[in-house]
């Protein structure tokens, strides 16, 4: 029997003087566990695949701060690397020699960046390559998917999955209609709606983004086909293709999903890992398009803390350390066995579940499935996940809270992690 009896006092101290400070508590929205029920655990620290709150609890993570902890949390060769950086300065704000060390690290790795664009977040890029479409194609409209996330610039917030979901929010208030109104949407692996879309407003679309494994809506994997499918119709329609790899790259494979699934898109965004656990994000594509950026061409786009010292070389060491031989083979390995292990005791225990992994990405619905879009993912039982979700943390499991967020694992996780963390579930969804 696992222990229950954690004791969160100062989580839960901390979090009613944040109430008073910050909108919700938090600088985050999907953070302040309103899907799940209860109040959040305040972070002391964290460490490889382990965190510990402000009252001395340790957790298994499969968070890992959304995402870039793939090496597990405060990797010793990573912090080190920031230590000799840090007495160089923190920021510099002019060119960095470091900057052209990931450049040539990520063009080398993602098979569609020829030239990339260093930013601070992955909003950041996704806002920076929307322009960029447009100011290539000379068009204005835009298709993505439901459930997609891609930060939180106006044009995105539109069925936008992840916190905004998570909330319940329909759209977010303050996003005039003039700017929405050239945002069009289609369910994910639906390629006649995008079809239908292109017949609808020729020569007017300029591109199509999308996660291209969605993580924002909960995991969902694409259909055989559909990508391929995305890539031909926009080239046939004279529209750009961006993969939104923020999440899954260097994380499904060194070269992102673009490299798993065999489909180059003509823009990427990247995030997450390439900063290795501090903020990042990038966009990078054809080096006719990336030409049009300025200063090389008339799309402004800038930024103080872009291409950071601290950032560059927290990316560098972290893609050092993901090229080791067997690191994606133990990655494979292990969120395979946590994601088949939860889908078999859910079976076992009767409730009704699906799910999957893609290397170290992972997510699980209770419901029949299969899940191929949003409105799949919406009908999954939110409220069993919350008491899913509650009685693992009481049992020292760190998952995403809400239903509509991937779950990530680290090379630091072991096997002896997934299985106190299936000796959990089991506990669980044997009393749901």
């Known amino acids: ?141 835009v298709i993505k998917f439901e459930g997609c996330y891609h930060g939180h610039a106006d044009m995105f917030l539109v069925k936008a999955g992840s916190g905004v979901a998570t909330l319940g929010l329909p759209d977010s208030p303050g996003v005039p209609k003039s700017v929405t109104s050239n945002t069009l949407t289609a369910p994910y692996n639906d390629l006649s709606a995008v079809k239908a879309l292109f017949e609808a407003n020729p020569d007017e679309i300029a591109g199509v983004i999308l996660e291209p494994v969605v993580g924002n809506a909960g995991f969902i994997t694409p259909d055989t086909g559909f990508l391929q499918g995305l890539r031909e119709l926009t080239k046939e329609h004279g529209a750009l293709l961006v993969f939104d790899e923020v999440m899954t790259g260097f994380r499904i494979a060194y070269g992102g999903a673009q490299e798993k699934f065999g489909v180059t898109p003509d823009l990427t965004t990247l995030g997450k890992i390439i900063g290795g656990g501090l903020p990042v994000g990038a966009y990078g594509g054809r080096q006719d398009i990336m030409s049009m950026v300025a200063p090389a061409g008339p799309m402004y786009q800038a930024g103080t803390l872009s291409g950071n010292p601290l950032a560059m070389t927290a990316g560098i060491k972290t893609l050092e350390l993901l090229q080791k031989p067997g690191t994606y083979e133990y990655l494979d390995k292990i969120t395979k066995q946590l994601a088949d292990g939860l889908l078999v005791i859910a079976k076992e225990t009767g409730n009704e579940a699906c799910g999957g992994q893609i290397s170290a990405m992972f997510g699980m619905f209770f419901a029949p499935g299969p899940v191929h879009n949003y409105e799949d993912a919406k009908k999954a039982d939110a409220n069993k996940f919350g008491r899913f979700h509650r009685g693992m943390l009481e049992r020292g499991v760190y998952l995403a809270p809400s239903q509509f967020e991937a779950g990530f694992t680290s090379f630091a996780h072991t096997e002896a992690d997934i299985e106190k963390t299936l000796q959990a579930a089991r506990e669980v969804m044997s009393s749901l």
């Not at 839960?12 to 944040?18: D, L, N, P, S, V």
């Open 1 to 141: 029997m696992v222990n229950t009896s954690i004791k969160t006092t100062k989580s839960q101290e901390i979090f009613a003087a944040a109430q008073n400070l910050m909108p919700g508590g938090v600088s985050s929205p999907v953070r302040a566990f309103k899907s799940v029920g209860g109040q959040p655990i305040v972070f002391d620290r964290v460490k490889g695949a382990y965190i510990w709150d402000v009252d001395g609890n340790q957790y298994i993570d499969y968070v890992g701060t959304w995402g870039p902890a793939i090496c597990g949390h405060a990797h010793p060769e990573v912090i080190a690397a920031l230590q000799a950086a840090l007495e160089k300065g923190t920021s510099f704000g002019a060119p960095c020699a470091l900057e052209n060390v990931l450049a040539e690290m990520v063009i080398a790795a993602v098979p569609s960046i020829e030239m990339v664009r260093f930013v601070n977040s992955g909003t950041e890029a996704c806002m920076a390559v929307l322009r960029l479409i447009r100011a290539f194609t000379k068009r204005e409209k």
